[in-house]
């Protein structure tokens, strides 16, 4: 019994400790505003402007392009994508097409590719992302030239009006908040001299030696994670007073929930170093008030409170759906990396070999998480040993070949067009993580 109960206390120290060294980290300098901004999207860019292009009656160099613009915009994760699939293509929609915006969505979503790049690396997200890109369209084409027979067939009998024959018009102050918001992001990230060097020092009074600090090192935490934490905690509990209704109006819980927000980004900016006792005010800290200052302008005279409630209740939205479930994959996957014998992910995926590409896109289809929870199960592969290939592989597999996934497919499509865009997507995952590999050995 005391080896059981020693076994179980080890598994949830290690999920802890992984809980909190994610919830400390400066990847809510990304994962804040990518929250922000898919909410934005979803709630202030009409879903017409993308899928209109979408149709039979659309050109290649336009359908495709809008199909991975769409992805982008429209999903958040694989359960989000299904339908949005089944609807498009069930409405008008080209198979190749919606086969791109299917394949598209779950993989580069903005907190997906935001998160990877500050979890994992920026190599990984900018090869995830591009490769995403490409090969929606490739398995899109394919799936189009290989059912060209049956797709006519299936256009002439439709009825060409419904959601592709609609127009939307976007006001221009939406894609300069959008852009305000991206730059957020981008400031939040970006590692170049002009944002990471300290300009100047504020001192700190914090004694090194003190219990707190000592408490907080037992943790692997800083000062700095501490705060962020309980930042995190004060905004679920201001959110919840302030969001949760908010399309019955504005209260006091709702603009201090938007103060929170603001001060935990500008909180994760700076540079803090408890050891000198110092804050390093850095660009990045500058450039988070200059872009959070115009956020605030441009929202407040250009939106009015319905527009800016919607934005408000997506992000939400989102935030409830996406973040308890990213906290329990997080928690899982620092007691996995406890269970997990580095000698078998070496073994199986250590090397950069097409045979070690494939099983990262086999972990895809059996060990499928939600979107998000990825990233940290990745994170922990690299950690246990797994090569980068292998690792790009399966985070480009993982959004695409879950088992339910393909089940609800063949539901959709038949087992034929299933079978071929399983097919499809394992042999270029495979060879786009075999290929990623070689390419960092030369260079």
Request: glycine letters at 8%; a neutral charge; charged letters at 10%.
């Amino acid at each position: 019994m005391e080896t059981i109960l020693s076994t179980i206390g080890t598994f949830l120290t290690a999920g802890w400790l992984s809980l909190l060294d994610y919830l400390a980290a400066h990847v809510l300098l990304c994962l804040v505003p990518a929250f922000i901004i898919a909410g934005f999207m979803s709630a202030m860019i009409p879903k017409e402007t993308i899928t209109r292009f979408l149709g039979p009656k659309a050109s290649k160099w336009v359908s495709y392009p809008a199909a991975s613009i769409g992805g982008f915009v429209l999903a958040v994760c694989s359960c989000t994508i299904l339908p949005l699939f089944a609807g498009i293509w069930k409405r008008g929609a080209g198979l190749g097409p919606a086969i791109t915006f299917l394949f598209v969505g779950p993989a580069i979503n903005i907190l997906a590719i935001t998160y990877t790049g500050a979890a994992i690396g920026f190599d990984i997200a900018m090869a995830r992302l591009i490769l995403s890109i490409t090969f929606g369209i490739v398995i899109g084409l394919i799936m189009a030239w290989i059912f060209r027979k049956e797709e006519t067939e299936r256009v002439t009998e439709m009825q060409k009006n419904g959601v592709f024959d609609q127009t939307a018009k976007v006001k221009p102050a939406i894609w300069w908040l959008f852009i305000l918001l991206v730059l957020t992001l981008i400031v939040g990230t970006l590692q170049i001299p002009l944002l990471t060097d300290v300009y100047f020092d504020v001192g700190l009074r914090i004694n090194p030696e003190s219990n707190l600090i000592s408490a907080l090192n037992a943790s692997n935490l800083s000062v700095q994670g501490a705060l962020l934490i309980l930042m995190l905690i004060i905004i679920g509990l201001l959110a919840w007073k302030g969001f949760e209704n908010i399309f019955d109006g504005y209260n006091r819980w709702t603009y201090a929930a938007f103060v929170a927000i603001g001060l935990t980004i500008l909180i994760a900016a700076p540079l803090v170093t408890v050891s000198s006792n110092s804050i390093g005010i850095n660009g990045r800290f500058f450039g988070e008030v200059i872009l959070l200052i115009l956020i605030g302008v441009v929202a407040s005279l250009k939106f009015d409170k319905d527009e800016l409630a919607g934005w408000i209740w997506e992000t939400w939205k989102f935030v409830k759906q996406i973040f308890p479930i990213l906290i329990v994959g997080v928690f899982l996957a620092g007691i996995a990396r406890v269970i997990i014998p580095e000698a078998w992910i070496q073994t199986l995926a250590g090397s950069n070999t097409l045979l070690a590409n494939f099983v990262g896109v086999i972990f895809g289809v059996f060990m499928y998480f939600p979107t998000l929870v990825e990233v940290p199960v990745a994170k922990m592969f690299l950690d246990l040993g797994m090569a980068r290939g292998p690792l790009l592989a399966y985070l480009l597999s993982d959004p695409e070949l879950s088992i339910q996934s393909i089940l609800v497919l063949t539901g959709i499509m038949g087992k034929k067009k299933t079978s071929i865009y399983v097919v499809l997507v394992a042999i270029l995952s495979t060879l786009a993580g075999y290929l990623f590999g070689v390419a960092l050995t030369l260079f």
